[in-house]
């Protein structure tokens, strides 16, 4: 029966001596939950998962859409793929790497903050919701930036985005640590809280400080604020390098009295497996989705078009846009297999180590730019003296994208106890398939590459082969993988048979003798 609602608690009588309460049954368990949800709600402390799902979602697309500026970037039929437009898109492409680098870098802070704030209350989601508003507006700075990259304005607006972001986590960390019981539990218990608080705020403040420092280059001299952007997403690992570099030269340290790893950038410390494969995804769907935008946008003829041009005939003028339609499906089935080489990696990983995640958002960022290359390769017919290069920006933008992967598997290997799944590690059951999906694709898009240097006449043709042999190796993999074992197997047996008879009896009595006990 539950108690009065102003109290937002509820009264249940003592379990009777002896009794266990866990085996009270369903009932029972659910009554507890029931209790403990009432608990919560009547002190206004509520679960962060949901808040923290669409905070995973949101950052996930805000690092994606990135690529926008990049791939509006408008190269005109008349125009020749010389000197100047290459450089522009290479000056684009490097800048959109690093701010969704900077992206993943806000995403991975806001990791370790909620692994410190284990329950929420209305202050935190309304300040979580300014920190995410701050960082919806970072695609627009960027816009800026890649548009005008010689005006300082974009990179100081950039800077004073990420200053704001760095800020109000820092008032959450400085809010979550006036309320205790906000914190988990293993820093609301301990005797080192001011340590736990001052040690989280020096993490969450270096890369804000950075940022005002390239805020005050930009006015006068913007390369360097570039530099110092760059050194916040490698931050952590330059951290790490400074202080074994200063463990060797001065020795060891004593250890603390009360460890501080729960909230470090040690490169070897684990992310949250769930929160990696929710951004992850995010970033998969996203960039499928801006794909089908494209098509939508630019692929629906005019009714004027359609009536003057094609004399009333729909199919007509859709057949015009063929080589745009063959380009969506081969960039989505593109888009679609590394998200399932991804899935089927994380299947068969426990833990996600720091350096898997920095693998995996490196993954990420060529993924993003996968709407690029289906803009380029889109664009054969109407630009075909681009045709090359083209087709190689999209085999490198996809080789990038897959080695990553690859290099991720390698990294969990290198720490297969305590990342891998033991059916997945070295000599497990499905460790050689694993391998083969996860060299599919950089294989498939090197070898287009390499093809493009000598059949150059031939490298749309190459590379529309294939976008379309890899999702049929990628349906017989299994199948392919088996035969090669049993070839192998059955060499390995014609190559290990005695040749007569004296050594087939040879061979049977030193198999004898390995059966028979050693004598003492």
Not at 168 to 184: D, E, K, R, S, W
Not at 305 to 332: I, M, N, T
Request: include cysteine; proline fraction near 6%.
């Amino acid at each position: 029966m539950r108690g009065g609602a102003g109290h937002g608690t509820s009264f249940r009588p003592p379990c009777p001596p002896g009794s266990n309460p866990t085996m009270a049954g369903p009932q029972t368990r659910e009554r507890a939950l029931d209790m403990q949800a009432d608990e919560d709600t009547g002190d206004g402390l509520q679960s962060s998962h949901r808040m923290l799902s669409f905070s995973d979602a949101l950052l996930s697309i805000i690092a994606t859409v990135m690529i926008l500026p990049v791939t509006h970037t408008k190269i005109y039929p008349e125009e020749q793929f010389d000197t100047t437009i290459r450089k522009l898109l290479a000056t684009k492409i490097a800048v959109y790497l690093m701010t969704f680098l900077l992206v993943t870098v806000a995403w991975t802070a806001h990791i370790r903050l909620f692994q410190v704030v284990g329950k929420i209350d209305d202050i935190l989601a309304l300040l979580n919701l300014a920190c995410m508003m701050t960082i919806t507006f970072l695609p627009y700075t960027f816009a800026l930036m890649v548009t005008f990259p010689d005006v300082p304005l974009g990179i100081f607006l950039f800077c004073v985005c990420v200053i704001t972001i760095g800020l109000t986590q820092a008032v959450i960390v400085g809010y979550a640590f006036h309320y205790p019981h906000l914190l988990n539990q293993q820093i609301a218990h301990s005797a080192h809280k001011a340590a736990f608080r001052q040690h989280i705020l020096g993490i969450v403040l270096r890369g804000p400080a950075l940022c005002f420092v390239a805020a005050l280059f930009s006015l006068f001299f913007f390369p360097v604020s570039y530099l110092l952007m760059a050194m916040v997403i490698f931050l952590p690992y330059i951290s790490k390098a400074a202080g074994w570099c200063k463990d060797r030269i001065r020795g060891p340290r004593d250890p603390p009295t009360q460890s501080l790893e729960f909230f470090t950038f040690d490169l070897h410390e684990p992310l949250s497996k769930e929160r990696v494969e929710a951004f992850s995804d995010g970033v998969y769907a996203i960039v499928a989705t801006l794909l089908i935008l494209d098509i939508c946008e630019d692929n629906v003829p005019e009714p004027k078009d359609v009536e003057e041009q094609f004399h009333g005939s729909l199919v007509a003028a859709l057949g015009a846009f063929g080589p745009h339609f063959l380009a969506y499906f081969g960039s989505f089935a593109t888009v679609g297999l590394l998200w399932f080489a991804h899935h089927s990696l994380f299947l068969h990983v426990r833990r996600a180590t720091r350096a898997m995640g920095l693998l995996n958002t490196l993954a990420l960022a060529f993924v993003g730019g996968l709407p690029l290359a289906y803009q380029r390769t889109s664009a054969l017919a109407q630009q075909p003296h681009e045709e090359l290069e083209s087709i190689r920006v999209s085999c490198v933008i996809i080789f990038f994208a897959s080695i990553f992967q690859f290099a991720m598997w390698t990294a969990a290997l290198l720490r297969e106890r305590e990342a891998l799944h033991p059916s997945a590690r070295f000599g497990g059951q499905e460790h050689a398939l694993m391998f083969a999906k996860l060299a599919l694709y950089p294989c498939a898009s090197l070898l287009a590459f390499a093809s493009t240097c000598f059949l150059r006449r031939f490298s749309t043709a190459i590379f529309h082969l294939m976008q379309v042999t890899v999702p049929f190796a990628f349906l017989l993999l299994r199948l392919l993988l088996r035969l090669a074992l049993a070839v192998l197997r059955a060499l390995r047996g014609l190559l290990a048979r005695p040749v007569g008879p004296e050594l087939s009896d040879q061979g049977a009595a030193n198999a004898r003798s390995q059966l028979l006990p050693a004598p003492c």
